[in-house]
């Protein structure tokens, strides 16, 4: 497998999803598109039916494993630490990582403030466009980023608790899916799933960046 494609993404001042207080994000490398079927097949061994089509029904839990699967394929520190169900992030580590939510909507609006940052049409698949499948990434138009597919085509897995102060379980899942009626897709538009959950318009996509463990994570959100 060649070596894994990432844009880096500058850092900036982002309002934390579902709070009021700013979050301060560092530059960070995400990819320009969701983890394919392809990809998948060569790190997990899965079966890949269309190659260049984003892979679905993927749990958090597997997300987690083809990053570090792709951290070793790679030859960096895998960033996460696994027991169980139970997963630690060593965010020191210079391993393949999902995005955390913060992360994700500030890669998504690349310098934009209204609900999509272009035409729906030019660059998101909906329910709209009558598919019973994701499409091929990187069809549609880029953001300023360089990023395809941010919004539409699938829900994409972040890394945070979804909600911690209620519940340690459930993760967030972002930008909704070609499976969805257009006024959902938007950049604020946020699922919440258990880590064991697959869904046939549900991906993810690998990030990179190792953190400073004094500073607030990237705005993650986790239990207090």
């Known amino acids: 497998m060649t070596d894994l494609e990432l844009v880096t993404v500058p850092g900036g001042l982002l309002r934390s999803p579902g709070s009021v207080r700013p979050v301060e994000l560092e530059p960070f490398e995400l990819a320009p598109v969701p983890v394919t079927e392809g990809v998948l097949a060569e790190?997990?061994?899965?079966?890949?039916?269309?190659?260049?089509?984003?892979?679905?029904?993927?749990?958090?839990?597997?997300?987690?494993?083809?990053?570090n699967a792709a951290s070793e394929w790679e030859g960096l520190e895998p960033a996460y630490r696994m027991d169980g169900d139970e997963v630690a992030w060593d965010v020191e580590s210079d391993g393949y990582r999902l995005?955390?939510?913060?992360?994700?909507?500030?890669?998504?609006?690349?310098g934009t403030t209204g609900p999509t940052y272009a035409p729906l049409g030019e660059i998101a698949w909906t329910a709209a466009d009558g598919l019973a499948a994701p499409q091929p990434v990187g069809r549609k138009r880029p953001n300023a980023f360089g990023l395809h597919d941010l919004l539409g085509g699938v829900w994409e897995w972040c890394w945070d608790l979804a909600d911690p102060e209620e519940d340690d379980r459930f993760r967030v899942l972002r930008g909704g899916s070609f499976a969805d009626?257009?006024?959902?897709?938007?950049?604020?538009?946020?699922?919440?799933?258990p880590p064991r959950l697959q869904l046939e318009d549900v991906g993810f996509r690998f990030a990179r960046g190792e953190l400073e463990p004094a500073r607030v994570v990237q705005g993650a959100a986790v239990r207090g």
Not at 47 to 59: H, K, N, Y
């Open 99 to 110: 995005p955390t939510e913060a992360e994700w909507e500030l890669a998504c609006r690349a």
């Open 181 to 193: 009626d257009p006024r959902v897709v938007r950049a604020t538009a946020r699922r919440a799933a």
């Open 43 to 67: 790190l997990l061994g899965l079966p890949a039916t269309v190659r260049d089509r984003p892979a679905t029904a993927i749990s958090w839990l597997r997300a987690i494993r083809a990053c």
